[in-house]
């Protein structure tokens, strides 16, 4: 019974292995053709960036790979005589179904760990090193001209050298819709939660002919959190969900991130189950009523079925993000009932 079990599991990482290299091989081929067919040579640079970027991509095409060597899974044992022979050994089709559920699951947690933390950061870095390499040294990563309110300060950052680290801070205090003072800093250092550390201030009080004052260092009281500089820096779909949860806790209202970080929050959260929904609901197409004579044309049709669950989960077809949102809950809720109507069913 072990060994069934075993062999069952074996021959689901064989396949999912086989398909992921085969979506590996297709990305690096697609990206060098690219790169000499638009007479860009091929360059160290270049393949580093072909290579940091393909966990992305992997990651990106979780739900075709899961899908596909699912059902690859289950037509090589009902092709053959194999399911019949497990069958045999008084194992149903439950448990030769949960033996390939476990392998995918345990896949998806492995690439979803990956996608979401080894993979942002490496393309990241491969951007920087690439930019970095274009513009011979000449242009970096940053943001200028972020803006946000609190209190009654309108605040201006020049830039941002770091999540910890802000040059040219401009802090403009409005009451009754009056410009009352002005004050400007060279640069600002993270401390701790809740304050910042200003170097070279300029203080104006305009509603006075007051001198300028001057010093070398104040504290900063505010609430805006590196975490909330790391999602202004990088967009929320190149971040890692930890980084964007904290972004999301300590925004506060700042304005800085965009209207829909949320949902593109709850869109990558959803997407490992959305994988593991979209091949149950194949499964059942391939196993519901299901035999020997009429497994091709099942193996067609859980196919067309997969690729059209795949198709509409890209985001590029279903621009409105709360549309996209309400597909996906459709999916998520029909891989549930197709779960426990094939554990029922048994």
Known sequence: ?????????????????????IFTILNLFIYIALQISGNKGLSFESLYYAAMITPRNLYRALISIVVISGIMSIYRFKSSNEWLVIESFGIRTWRILRNILLVEFMFVIIMTYIG??????AELQAKRIRTHSVSHGVVNFSINNLWFKEKDHFIHVNKVLSP????????FEVQNNNLVGYRKAESAFFITKGEWELHHIQDMDLTQHNPIKKSNKEIWHSGLHPSVLVAAVAAPTRMSLSKLFKALVHSKGFGILNDDTFNIFISRVMMP?????????????LLWNSNRNNINRKIVFAMLVGL????????????????????N???LFAGVVSFVTLYRHE
């Not at 910890?164 to 802090?171: A, H, M, P, S, T």
């Not at 189950?273 to 197409?285: D, F, R």
């Not at 059209?308 to 597909?327: G, H, K, R, T």
Request: aromatic share 8%; net charge negative.
């Open 308 to 327: 059209c669950l795949i198709f509409i989960q890209q985001p590029a077809l279903i621009s409105d993000q709360w549309l996209s949102l309400s597909v």
């Open 164 to 171: 910890k680290e802000l040059q040219g801070i401009d802090f």
């Open 273 to 285: 189950l959305l994988a593991l929904c979209s091949l149950v609901i194949t499964c059942v197409i």
């Open 1 to 21: 019974m072990i060994r069934i079990n075993h062999y069952i599991r074996v021959q689901t990482y064989y396949n999912i292995l086989m398909v992921t290299s």
């Open 116 to 121: 979401e933390t080894i993979a942002i950061d």
């Open 329 to 331: 809950s459709m999916i």
